[in-house]
């Protein structure tokens, strides 16, 4: 089964850190654009990072400075490090992938979130 977890989610106050894992796994042949995107209930979900496979990087605006993203093609893995968190980065945060799987071709894979709560 070919699949995407994640971890790292948690509640901190602003100004603090939190770091984001994603891990895919199966029948992967090679995965072409991985990223996080974040969803807050009732509103659509929003692009925060994607990384290519030859390290080219995309943030959105309001993460640029703060959110930094990193990728390792050898284990299929991506991290988001959140830096100065601010209360409108609370959030479900969704690992993404645009992955080739044997004997599938094209699928684009969805983690299931973890919750990013930033809070005093």
């Known amino acids: 089964q070919v699949q995407l977890v994640e971890s790292g989610g948690g509640v901190v106050q602003p100004g603090e850190s939190l770091r984001l894992s994603c891990a895919a796994s199966?029948?992967?042949?090679?995965?072409?654009?991985m990223g996080w995107y974040r969803q807050i209930p009732g509103k659509e979900r929003e692009l925060v990072a994607t990384?290519?496979?030859?390290?080219?990087?995309k943030y959105a605006d309001s993460v640029v400075g703060r959110f930094t993203i990193s990728r390792d093609n050898v284990n299929n893995t991506i991290i988001l490090q959140m830096d100065d968190l601010k209360p409108e980065d609370t959030a479900i945060y969704y690992c993404?992938?645009?992955?080739?799987?044997?004997?599938?071709?094209?699928?684009?894979?969805w983690g299931r979130g973890t919750h990013v709560n930033v809070s005093s």
């Open positions: 993404n992938s645009q992955t080739i799987v044997a004997y599938r071709g094209f699928v684009e894979l």
């Open positions: 199966g029948s992967i042949i090679s995965i072409r654009l």
């Open positions: 990384i290519s496979t030859g390290g080219t990087t």
